[in-house]
T-cell receptor, first 109, second 110 residues
Framework: SQTIHQWPATLVQPVGSPLSLECTVEGTSNPNLYWYRQAAGRGLQLLFYSVGIGQISSEVPQNLSASRPQDRQFILSSKKLLLSDSGFYLC????????FGSGTRLTVV | KQEVTQIPAALSVPEGENLVLNCSFTDSAIYNLQWFRQDPGKGLTSLLLIQSSQREQTSGRLNASLDKSSGRSTLYIAASQPGDSATYLCAVKNNNDMRFGAGTRLTVKP
């Protein structure tokens, strides 16, 4: 069966520090992968999606970037975090429907 | 660009009531529609997936309908329980991405 792993679960980082969140999928090949952000009390905003290795589409201009170095690995990064980057980050892959990871709560202080 | 709206934003009901959550979307050319549940601080759990060719899906006390032409979906919860308290999210898939509504926060009181 397909599973999706996302880590870390929580992260507190100072402003200006770098960020790396990792997401991996098991049990499927060449999945479409997604990064979403959920700000407090708001809906999910699509940040990036990838249909294959090295293929990244960005939805909104922002302080973040994404990479897909391997078929089942999707990484969300930032060189210098801003306070506004705080939020709940979710990774997902799509098969028949979408399956989400358990999320990372990022607090930038 | 697809826009997804959910009403109401919040709902509080006594235990045992049947309830309906609403979702509307602006672009009817969807591949599928999915309802999720999110508990506080947690990820999303898929409840029901309706393909664009389907009208409804059922799972236990949950029933989701889809009217693609009018851009609407409803999630019906029968005999609500306190354990149903959560935020319910509707999402529609066009092309390679999925757009979400802001959710309905449901509270079921014992």
């Amino acid at each position: 069966s397909q599973t999706i792993h996302q880590w870390p679960a929580t992260l507190v980082q100072p402003v200006g520090s770098p960020l790396s969140l990792e997401c991996t999928v098991e049990g499927t090949s060449n999945p479409n992968l997604y990064w979403y952000r959920q700000a407090a009390g708001r809906g999910l905003q699509l940040l990036f999606y990838s249909v294959g290795i090295g293929q990244i589409s960005s939805e909104v201009p922002q302080n973040l970037s994404a990479s897909r170095p391997q078929d089942r690995q999707f990484i969300l990064s930032s060189k210098k975090l801003l306070l506004s980057d705080s939020g709940f980050y979710l990774c997902a892959w799509s098969g028949a429907g979408y399956t989400f990871g358990s999320g990372t709560r990022l607090t930038v202080v | 660009k697809q826009e997804v709206t959910q009403i109401p934003a919040a709902l509080s009901v006594p235990e045992g009531e049947n309830l309906v959550l609403n979702c509307s979307f602006t672009d009817s050319a969807i591949y599928n529609l999915q309802w999720f549940r999110q508990d506080p601080g947690k990820g999303l759990t898929s409840l029901l997936l309706i393909q664009s060719s389907q009208r409804e899906q059922t799972s236990g006390r949950l029933n989701a309908s889809l009217d693609k032409s009018s851009g609407r979906s409803t999630l019906y919860i029968a005999a609500s329980q306190p354990g149903d308290s959560a935020t319910y999210l509707c999402a529609v898939k066009n092309n390679n991405d999925m757009r979400f509504g802001a959710g309905t926060r449901l509270t079921v009181k014992p």
